[in-house]
């Protein structure tokens, strides 16, 4: 039932806060004893104790449930260090500008990983005055295509998202733009720097 909240990770949370068992039991209301049989496997916390449990270990109540601690090391906001998100149910693309806990449609979402392109995933780039023309010579079948394409610069993102049976390409600002992203919706996340 580690799918549920894992007692590794509420000990590590008081831990690194410094708390006792008894401490913490104290700010969820139940005993040191049920706090000391969450983090041995030997129970598990009540769902009515999940917000002030997390409260109380300064998390959200879905890294509870991910199963581990997720600590945006990019306190600085550096757009370089974007992660995107795809959600597999509803193909909702979200994003953010470090290292986050992304839930959509029940599930946790796991950061994309962002490789080269290689040779059917190639982005073609033309300069058409002030913007990037951005196109990929990529099939777009029904289960098949190029969800979405985007423009991080240290500014922002900018991003289309794209159709099935539409055309694989955009058009984006190309001031301070560092890097171009494809998203194929069977191949995964593909990254070009400018």
Request: with cysteine; aromatic share 8%.
């Amino acid at each position: 039932m580690d799918n549920y909240v894992t007692g590794a990770v509420i000990r590590q949370l008081r831990e690194e806060k410094q708390m006792t068992q008894e401490e913490l039991a104290g700010k969820v209301c139940v005993s040191s004893k049920a706090v000391s049989k969450w983090e041995t496997g030997r129970g598990l916390p009540d769902i009515s104790l999940l917000q002030p449990l997390a409260q109380a270990l300064g998390i959200s109540v879905i890294e509870l449930f991910s199963g581990g601690v997720i600590q945006n090391r990019n306190r600085s906001s550096n757009m370089g260090k974007t992660v995107f998100y795809v959600c597999p149910v509803c193909g909702n693309v979200l994003w953010s500008t470090g290292e986050a806990v992304v839930s959509c449609c029940g599930i946790v979402l796991p950061p994309l990983e962002a490789e080269s392109p290689d040779p059917d995933h190639m982005l073609n780039l033309e300069i058409v005055e002030d913007e990037y023309y951005v196109s990929v010579a990529h099939p777009m079948d029904k289960d098949h295509y190029i969800a979405f394409l985007a423009a991080v610069s240290d500014q922002g993102v900018q991003l289309v998202k794209l159709y099935s049976e539409g055309n694989a390409e955009a058009r984006f600002k190309i001031e301070r733009v560092r890097y171009l992203y494809a998203y194929c919706n069977r191949h995964g996340l593909f990254r070009v720097k400018i």
